[in-house]
């Protein structure tokens, strides 16, 4: 009873009750690793390693060396919020296994602490180096669970370098398997920003995969439903570099099945987490400031604001997929060699020799949406997402660059639309030094083409005139193209100058092997 002047209008039983009950409703409750089931908070690990480990569980999030893995926030003045309030219940967290600060500041919110007392200053990352990962049963997770990957079944905020996955054989999921992570996504902060000024800070909730893995002969990852990838089942707002998985067999899903990732798309609270992810978090709290930011803000305030919410593409960077005779299968939309779908998503150098390498392709088939490099890459819509009534705002565009795909004589299919040797479908963004080898044939039922099926809002590619011998281009071919010169080579395909013929209504460019003009 002594507690209770202190807590002032929070009901001390409610508050109680939150926190020994919250894990219950967690997904993660379950999550297991063969070391640890759940990483949370400031924790470092280093060169550990697990040897003949087998990894079973009825439930989903489990991962070859830990299930799940999340940072934790930092506050502006957490302690004065309430007086004591936050002194005596962080007491509580001491003797409450599993329950972190997070988990208190989700309790707070519910039990009616304004949402603006909280001002979140930073993110601390949980890192985890050097670590490995042999096992001895090589399968991981079940087709009727979520999330399940050969290294961490979901790494939320998480920063993971020098790891290796060796053993792995097969790799199931519901949603999100994944040869290294079933989910690579940033953490979604809770709490306002400070509108009196917009006072932002640097807050880097990214998760961080640099110099992994996937060592195996002849991995089959599946999904029965979405987000298939050799390394990643999905990726939301995170950055994968340095990284590699080899003896990759088969990817397959019914949706989102890519060589490298299923799916790599913007924050994970506007997109994969849907709208119970937005509140209360600053997903929600951006979306109120954008328009003060976008009249008077500056592009660095802009940037910061969209980072915040985790608005920002994931990003690929001298990463390989090393085939094994690779097929990469989609039930229904999006199959990539490197890629299912990408939302502005870039797959870049970035100090690297190279961007993306896949190789040892012989198949992508899905029945729409397929590609050696990506079944589709589109622009994302930053603002958008956040705030539907803003308008149209500030897109990101996709960018590929120095990347190739090869195989021997290695084919793309969508039985109803979208296939090409390169992205199914490209809306705004750039196609830089991608080699496209050993492809022997693209069809779909409409729009075809040995580079791209379709491009548009700003996107430059050049597509073969289907005179190439040996070659089968069927269906429709469409293309929006630039003024910018752009020429793509394909080993065994025409060459072709993407730049618009002068004088000749309607051309959109030229194939420089047979001299003909593209309409």
Not at 233 to 248: E, K, P, W
Request: proline content about 2%.
């Amino acid at each position: 009873s002594g507690l209770l002047p202190i807590l002032g209008n929070l009901k001390l039983g409610d508050v109680l009750r939150d926190l020994l009950t919250l894990k219950q409703k967690s997904p993660d409750l379950f999550a297991t690793g063969s070391f640890a089931g759940r990483i949370v908070g400031d924790v470092h690990i280093e060169n550990c390693t697990v040897d003949q480990a087998s990894v079973t569980s009825a439930k989903g999030i489990s991962g070859g060396f830990v299930g799940f893995t999340e940072g934790v926030e930092m506050y502006e003045g957490l302690s004065g919020i309430l007086g004591t309030v936050v002194k005596v219940l962080a007491t509580l967290l001491n003797i409450i296994p599993g329950v972190g600060l997070g988990d208190l500041i989700t309790v707070l919110l519910q039990n009616d602490v304004p949402l603006g007392n909280l001002i979140p200053t930073g993110y601390h990352n949980p890192v985890i180096t050097g670590c490995s990962v042999t096992l001895k049963t090589g399968t991981i997770g079940n087709a009727a669970q979520d999330y399940n990957g050969g290294f961490v079944g979901i790494q939320t905020g998480t920063k993971i370098s020098n790891a290796t996955v060796s053993g792995l054989t097969t790799v199931q999921a519901k949603n999100g398997a994944g040869g290294f992570a079933g989910l690579e996504r940033d953490a979604i902060i809770k709490g306002l920003l400070n509108d009196a000024g917009i006072t932002l800070y640097e807050i880097d909730a990214k998760s961080g995969q640099e110099n992994c893995t996937v060592n195996s002969e002849g991995l089959k990852i599946e999904a029965t439903e979405s987000y298939a990838g050799g390394f990643n089942g999905a990726m939301a707002n995170s950055i994968s570099s340095a990284s590699l998985v080899s003896g990759l067999s088969s990817v397959k899903a019914k949706k989102y099945a890519g060589g490298f990732a299923g799916r790599a798309t913007v924050g994970f609270g506007t997109t994969l987490g849907g709208e119970d992810e937005k509140k209360p978090t600053l997903v929600d709290s951006v979306s109120k400031l954008l328009g003060q930011i976008l009249t008077n803000g500056t592009e660095e305030q802009k940037n910061q604001l969209l980072t915040l919410a985790g608005v920002m593409p994931s990003k690929i960077h001298g990463c390989t997929v090393a085939g094994k005779t690779l097929i990469v299968e989609s039930g229904g939309d999006y199959a990539g060699g490197m890629v299912g779908q990408g939302d502005g998503v870039k797959i870049t150098a970035e100090g690297m020799a190279f961007g993306g390498s896949v190789t040892g392709l012989q198949e992508v088939t899905a029945k729409r949406y397929a590609g050696g490099v990506a079944g589709s890459v589109v622009t994302a819509d930053a603002i958008g997402v956040l705030n539907n009534t803003l308008g149209v705002g500030q897109f990101i565009p996709f960018e590929l660059m120095q990347m190739s795909v090869e195989g021997t004589e290695w084919k793309v299919t969508a039985t109803e639309k979208y296939a090409a040797g390169a992205c199914g479908l490209m809306l705004g963004g750039t196609a830089d030094t991608v080699k496209i080898s050993g492809i022997q044939s693209v069809q779909s039922g409409n729009y075809t083409g040995g580079f791209a099926g379709r491009t548009g809002a700003g996107s430059r590619y050049a597509e073969p005139c289907g005179r190439d011998k040996g070659r089968t281009l069927s269906g429709r071919a469409d293309a929006l193209l630039g003024r910018r010169r752009l020429v793509v080579r394909a080993e065994g395909m025409p060459e072709h100058d993407a730049r618009p013929a002068e004088g000749l209504s309607g051309c959109r460019g030229t194939c420089r092997t047979h001299g003909k003009h593209l309409y």
